[in-house]
Each structure stands twice: as structure tokens, then as C-alpha cells.
């Protein structure tokens, strides 16, 4: 596993449709900002009728078109919402947009009612979703590796059948974009990112779950026969900087009331929170890259987050994370790989 720590930021597209506040240009200069003040990455989120926004694809395509340096991410890609064979046509698409720059997170559904009814919408099998999501992921790996010479055209797993695949365009990288899994820690998600997945993109509410978790499923890698650094450990992570501790509290609060209909107190045990100064904040993320998290997702607990927070954060936040790890290098301007 490489030792360079990448840091990335969440899109506002989710937050562009709580506040009714659709539109393209806010988010390209959103990415083009954090390029210039040096995320290694920008990442969109996937909802259709759960908690609706702009497709991701799209947004990231459009991105790509703006930015040479930055790797584009999903997360994450509620891949069953879209049939396999035209998920993996998009996804080849946009990689060429990108030049390689892509990496996808990919989810099986935030696991609350209005996800299943979104799942409904499309004619989507809930109950059935891991399984469906792994073998999408098995079926888009056959199509972007069917392009040699005696490499198989067809797919025939449980859920999806395919042919032709080889009529398909090729994605830009070789093999296509990597494909972590956004997921927690049970067991039987451990076991399928450490056989299946190239990442690992949980919420996981503490550092110290985190090393629990991630110490099982490099074992569980090692058991599969995979190499050292075959899975990137990522983590997806809100947070709220501002020196008043306690109205930084409130603004996270008044954020997932709005997002998820919760509050903080009810969403502190699943998922990844933090607030209060910056100091405060990167000491708390430090805590899960001392715990093995190589690549931070990181979410603005705002429904208006403008370029002077992303300008907090890269001037105050992310100097103390780099210097747990050396920087990742630099990649090129256009094609190759991040």
C-alpha cells in the first residue's frame, strides 16, 4: 500500500437540490477551486428519488472537461439504478473525458424505506442488491478487459446476462476505472472488498472501529491472495470547521436535519462526524489515517458551502494531515493514470 495520503471533497449536489439551487456552474467552479488549492480529489453523489441531485455521471463528465490534475470519484454510485450494460458505457465515457482520472466508489443503497422505494422505481430488486452490485461489477470488469484477442465477449451470472460485450468502447485506462466498494464493516462486507473490490469506502463513526475493521479486511486480502496495497483504504467523512466548538455543533445538526431527516445525536453512531476548530478536526481525521485510511472523502456539513470554506479547510485542515504521510506525486496534466 502506498504510504502517500490523498485528501478529496464532496461536490454540493445534494445540497443544490435541498435548497431548490440547481445549477451546473457553481459546482465546475467548486472543482476548479479545489484543484487550484490542492485537493487530490473531487467526488459526487447518487440518488434518482431517495435523496434526489443531478447524476453524477453527468456532473463529473462535465468536471473533467474543466480540471487536468484532480481524480473524479462517485460516492457513492448506487449502480442498480442503472441497467449494467449502460452503466458500463457511461462509465467507459466519462473515463475518457477524465484521461484515466476516475475512480468509482460504488453502494448498494442507503438502507432506509425511501431507498427501497427508488429501487421500485427502476424495476430494481432490493433484496438482492449486494449480490447484484458485485456481479454488475464482475460484468463491467468482463466488458472493459473484452477488448484483446480471445478475451471473453460474453457474461452469464445469477442476475445478468450479457453478450457482445466486446462491441462496447473501451474505457480510457486499461481494465477501466478502480472500483471500491462503499460499504461498513461487517463481515460479509469485509470479505467482498477483500476479494472483489480495488477500495474500501466506509462512515465508520470512530478511529478506532476503523482500525478494527480495516486490520480484519487486509487479513482477509492476504487470504485471497491478493497483493499488499491491492485495496485502497478510504473513509467518508462530515465535518463543520469553526472556532465556536458549540455552533459548529449546531450548524452539523441543522445540516443532517435537513439531508437526512435526522439528527446528529441519531446519526453520531453510524457514520463519521466531526466539528469545532480546525485543529479539532484534522487531530479527529488524524485519527483514522494513524488507523490505516489512505484517502479522505471528505463531506462539508453545509447547505451552502462556498469557495472561503473550501479555502478553511485547504489552508488550515489539510497542511496538518500531510504532514502525517508524504504528499502523493503529482500526476500528469492529461491521460495516464492518478
Not at 473515463?95 to 460504488?106: K, P, Q
Request: hydrophobic letters at 40%.
Amino acid at each position: 500500500m502506498t504510504e502517500a495520503l490523498r485528501i478529496g471533497v464532496l461536490l454540493p449536489t445534494r445540497e443544490q437540490a435541498i435548497t431548490r439551487g440547481y445549477a451546473a456552474a457553481p459546482l465546475l467552479d467548486f472543482a476548479r477551486r479545489a484543484e487550484e488549492l490542492g485537493f487530490d480529489s473531487v467526488w459526487a453523489g447518487d440518488s434518482l428519488l431517495a435523496r434526489p441531485r443531478l447524476d453524477p455521471l453527468v456532473v463529473l463528465s462535465a468536471v473533467g472537461a474543466v480540471t487536468s490534475r484532480i481524480t473524479l470519484g462517485t460516492a457513492a454510485l448506487t449502480a442498480a439504478l442503472r441497467h449494467p450494460l449502460t452503466g458500463a458505457h457511461m462509465v467507459a465515457s466519462l473515463d475518457h473525458v477524465a484521461a484515466s482520472r476516475l475512480v468509482l466508489g460504488l453502494g448498494g443503497g442507503f438502507p432506509v424505506p425511501e431507498t427501497a422505494e427508488e429501487f421500485g422505481a427502476v424495476g430494481a430488486d432490493y433484496a438482492t442488491r449486494a449480490g447484484r452490485l458485485d456481479e454488475t461489477a464482475a460484468l463491467w470488469r468482463r466488458a472493459w478487459n473484452g477488448c484483446g484477442p480471445g478475451s471473453p465477449a460474453d457474461f452469464e451470472g445469477r442476475y445478468w446476462k450479457a453478450y457482445g460485450l466486446e462491441r462496447l468502447p473501451p474505457p480510457h485506462r486499461p481494465g477501466g476505472p478502480p472500483l471500491w466498494l462503499a460499504g461498513g464493516d461487517t463481515p460479509k462486507v469485509l470479505r467482498r472488498v477483500a476479494r472483489r473490490y480495488d477500495g474500501w469506502l466506509p462512515f465508520l463513526p470512530s478511529p478506532e472501529q476503523y482500525a478494527r475493521a480495516w486490520q480484519r479486511l487486509d487479513a482477509e486480502r492476504a487470504d485471497a491472495g491478493r497483493p499488499a496495497g491491492a485495496v485502497t483504504p478510504a473513509l467518508y467523512a462530515t465535518l463543520v470547521v469553526g472556532r465556536d466548538e458549540a455552533a459548529a455543533r449546531s450548524a452539523l445538526d441543522h445540516y443532517l436535519r435537513r439531508y437526512y431527516g435526522r439528527s446528529l445525536e441519531q446519526m453520531a453512531p453510524i457514520q463519521a462526524y466531526g466539528w469545532g476548530s480546525a485543529e479539532r478536526c484534522a487531530e479527529w481525521l488524524a485519527g483514522y489515517v494513524r488507523a490505516g485510511a489512505r484517502h479522505l472523502v471528505l463531506r462539508i456539513g453545509s447547505l451552502t458551502p462556498g469557495p472561503d470554506v473550501l479555502e478553511d479547510l485547504a489552508g488550515n485542515v489539510l497542511p496538518r494531515l500531510r504532514a502525517l504521510l508524504p504528499a502523493p506525486p503529482a500526476p500528469p496534466s492529461c491521460g495516464g493514470a492518478p
